[in-house]
């Protein structure tokens, strides 16, 4: 195996990623369609003691994790220009739910794909940001990835998302993408406008033998101005951002150093939104930041293993925060795999409001702990 592919055969579980799982279920005349899905179950407790400003449970949880079922195809037009689409969908598989069945359509994109010019796709999809920047750091099933303000795939994202990314230059391939937020049928703005609004993120990869290098951007646009005087009951952002109005820039770099040792280097940051804050926007929203991130992965046989500790320095705190993650995953068989991740988010001092109304300092330093397992078909 390749060095440049270890980061990506350990996030996997020991190798095992979705495309290694998937099922033909038709391949003729050049029409090709796979099938896959993971059904997975964990116990969980701990973690932050505080979710937009008011306190919450810690206590411990049987729960899904993420659970999911993909679909996807591809036909090859030329012999060099094929056409694919994917569909896949999340539902919760610890418990009956009859209100929504598949409870989200996950991703959803088609495009096509060209050894010589490169891939263009459109639909809903992950961040191209994190899928070649922060993808070194992007190991967990569940907690721990602290760049792209913790959202992962999230970032600007999943949904009227169009993107482009170059063919493998000799080490080298750009990315740019860009999502549509559509003005039709929201809340004029105070000064008559519902304009639609785009957020582009783009960036560069190079790897050469073990070393892997990323650099890139995320606009992070604030919708406010359309949704009028800073209302928030029509803003156009989910969780998708967090709509600071300000550019977020990143760099990764990793190294394989052989086949079952790999390690990693992160730095992220965002200017605050003073001009926002003052306005009387929420600290919390438009406070800037800068993330460094350390890390390594580790393969031993059918054991795998991540740990990774980050130094968050928020601009609106009087202290950083230290987080850090570790994971440990053993793979039963290739369809079978068992794991447990640790997280530690050093949220620092909170205030929580107590039965009586009482507002208390509280030092959250509860650590998140999962344990479970997946099952692939």
């Known amino acids: 195996m390749k060095k440049t592919l270890l980061a990506t055969a350990i996030a996997g579980a020991l190798g095992a990623s979705a495309a290694a799982q998937a099922a033909t279920v038709y391949d003729q005349d050049g029409t090709k369609v796979d099938l896959y899905g993971r059904i997975a179950m964990g116990i969980s407790g701990g973690g932050p003691e505080e979710q ?14 993420y659970s999911r079922l993909r679909l996807s195809g591809s036909h090859q037009l030329t012999s060099d220009l094929s056409a694919f689409a994917s569909v896949e969908w999340r539902f919760r598989g610890d418990e009956r739910d009859q209100s929504d069945g598949f409870r989200e ?5 088609l495009g096509l794909r060209s050894d010589q010019f490169g891939t263009i796709q459109a639909g809903s999809f992950d961040s191209f940001y994190n899928t070649f920047v922060a993808a070194p750091f992007d190991v967990y099933l569940d907690r721990g990835l602290e760049l792209s303000a913790g959202q992962g795939g999230d970032l600007q994202a999943r949904g009227d998302s169009l993107g482009y990314f170059t063919p493998d230059l000799s080490g080298f391939q750009a990315f740019i993408m860009t999502k549509h937020y559509t003005g039709n049928g929201q809340v004029a703005g105070s000064d008559g406008s519902n304009s639609s609004e785009l957020n582009t993120q783009g960036g560069v990869k190079y790897e050469w033998g073990g070393l ?3 650099a890139g951007f995320a606009q992070d646009r604030d919708d406010r101005a359309l949704s009028g005087d800073g209302d928030t009951r029509h803003n156009y952002t989910g969780r998708d951002r967090r709509g600071a109005d300000e550019n977020i820039y990143g760099a990764t770099a990793s190294y394989a150093f ?10 992220e940051t965002q200017d605050t939104n003073d001009g926002a804050i003052d306005a009387g926007g929420d600290v919390e929203q438009y406070s800037g930041y800068d993330t460094w991130g350390l890390g390594a992965s580790y393969s031993l046989g059918a054991w795998a293993f991540h740990a990774d500790v980050y130094r968050v320095d928020l601009d609106n705190a009087e202290e950083e925060r230290i987080a850090w993650a570790a994971g440990a995953y053993y793979k039963v068989s290739s369809n079978f795999d068992v794991f447990g991740e640790l997280h530690r988010a050093d949220q620092g001092d909170i205030t929580v409001s107590t039965d009586d109304g009482v507002e208390v300092d509280e030092n959250d330093d509860s650590v998140y702990w999962l344990v479970g397992a997946r099952y692939h078909f």
């Open 212 to 214: 892997r290098l990323a």
């Open 52 to 65: 937009d400003g008011e306190a919450k449970s810690t206590g411990t949880e049987f729960k899904d994790v």
């Open 258 to 267: 052989n086949d079952n040792f790999s390690a990693r280097l992160g730095y």
């Open 105 to 109: 359509v996950r991703h959803s994109f």
